[in-house]
């Protein structure tokens, strides 16, 4: 079993910059596959950036190509989520996922575990 905790998320002018955070626990995390999800009002969860246990593989949906960037650190359990040039549009729910298969994954269904959430706001 893994626990995964987000952190990072907070009120963010656009053009602004942040950095989430996951903290995972549980035996194997390195070998997970993670990925990051959000959720906007009314709208239905939608597929952010997912990284490989290796971290040599990421994927990134077309919305955040260019402006967010995912990363691991398998020795302290954690996975970041850098986010420049937010805009509104950015603003949602953002969720951290984790998948035993190890490998990248770009929809939820396939993911094993996941966080509550950290909430991201980015003001016009």
């Known amino acids: 079993q893994v626990q995964l905790v987000e952190s990072g998320g907070g009120l963010v002018q656009a053009g602004g910059s942040l950095r989430l955070s996951c903290a995972a626990s549980?035996?194997?995390?390195?070998?997970?596959?993670m990925g990051w999800f959000r959720q906007a009002p009314g709208k239905e969860r939608e597929f952010v950036a997912a990284i490989s246990w290796s971290g040599a593989i990421k994927y990134y949906t077309d919305s955040v190509k260019g402006r967010f960037a995912i990363s691991r650190d398998n020795a302290e359990n954690t996975v970041y989520l850098q986010m420049n040039g937010l805009k509104p549009e950015d603003t949602a729910v953002y969720y951290c996922?984790?998948?035993?298969?190890?490998?990248?994954?770009?929809?939820?269904?396939?993911?094993?575990?996941w966080g509550q959430g950290t909430q991201v706001t980015v003001s016009s």
């Open positions: 996922a984790a998948d035993r298969s190890g490998v990248v994954r770009t929809t939820g269904l396939y993911y094993d575990y």
């Open positions: 549980g035996r194997t995390f390195s070998n997970y596959g």
